[in-house]
T-cell receptor, first 114, second 114 residues
Framework: KQEVTQIPAALSVPEGENLVLNCSFTDSAIYNLQWFRQDPGKGLTSLLLIQSSQREQTSGRLNASLDKSSGRSTLYIAASQPGDSATYLCAVRPRGAGSYQLTFGKGTKLSVIP | NAGVTQTPKFRVLKTGQSMTLLCAQDMNHEYMYWYRQDPGMGLRLIHYSVGEGTTAKGEVPDGYNVSRLKKQNFLLGLESAAPSQTSVYFC?????????????FGPGTRLTVT
């Protein structure tokens, strides 16, 4: 059974710092990996989706990388801002049967201190 | 585009009562999903649909039923609510394979069963 782990569970950084969030998964037979942001009391917002054939995706100050063989993905946030404070979740979609079912990590709660 | 909308936003039920949660999307997505989010458990898939008139069980389907009579709507029903169903419920929809099944989430429904 696929397991997705995000460490640390919480992270606090000063404004302007570059930071990396980590996501690891146990089964490398994935179709793709998606990073989400969740603000308190809100739904999830899709940030980036990386297909299994890709190494990275970029959107503005965000860059996500994927190393399928080692079961790891990272989300890099450049020049962090207080508005980046939120919980960040990663989710993997398996390849093949049952490919509709995402497995989510429990998230990293990020606080950016002004 | 309103994206994915959910009604109601909040609901309190007594044990044994029934209710239906409504999800609507205006992105013409084929796939729709119902998740629940609980502290320490992360997001778990309840049921999903790969098209109008079709539904399938996810990871935690017991105690719930769903229907997809129209492509844009996905209903989640609780026939006899239990305190264990106290949770935040999220609906999502996604593009099909050509867009990597990228999922978009609604704002959530916070349900309390007393």
């Amino acid at each position: 059974k696929q397991e997705v782990t995000q460490i640390p569970a919480a992270l606090s950084v000063p404004e302007g710092e570059n930071l990396v969030l980590n996501c690891s998964f146990t089964d490398s037979a994935i179709y793709n990996l998606q990073w989400f942001r969740q603000d308190p009391g809100k739904g999830l917002t899709s940030l980036l989706l990386i297909q299994s054939s890709q190494r990275e995706q970029t959107s503005g100050r965000l860059n996500a990388s994927l190393d399928k063989s080692s079961g790891r993905s990272t989300l890099y946030i450049a020049a962090s801002q207080p508005g980046d404070s939120a919980t960040y979740l990663c989710a993997v979609r398996p390849r093949g049967a049952g490919s509709y079912q995402l497995t989510f990590g429990k998230g990293t709660k990020l606080s950016v201190i002004p | 585009n309103a994206g994915v909308t959910q009604t109601p936003k909040f609901r309190v039920l007594k044990t044994g009562q029934s209710m239906t949660l409504l999800c609507a999307q205006d992105m013409n997505h084929e796939y729709m999903y119902w998740y629940r989010q609980d502290p320490g458990m992360g997001l778990r898939l309840i049921h999903y649909s790969v098209g109008e008139g079709t539904t399938a069980k996810g990871e935690v389907p017991d105690g719930y039923n769903v229907s997809r009579l129209k492509k844009q709507n996905f209903l989640l029903g609780l026939e006899s609510a239990a305190p264990s169903q106290t949770s935040v419920y999220f609906c999502a929809s996604s593009y099909s394979k050509d867009r990597g099944y990228e999922q978009y989430f609604g704002p959530g429904t916070r349900l309390t069963v007393t």
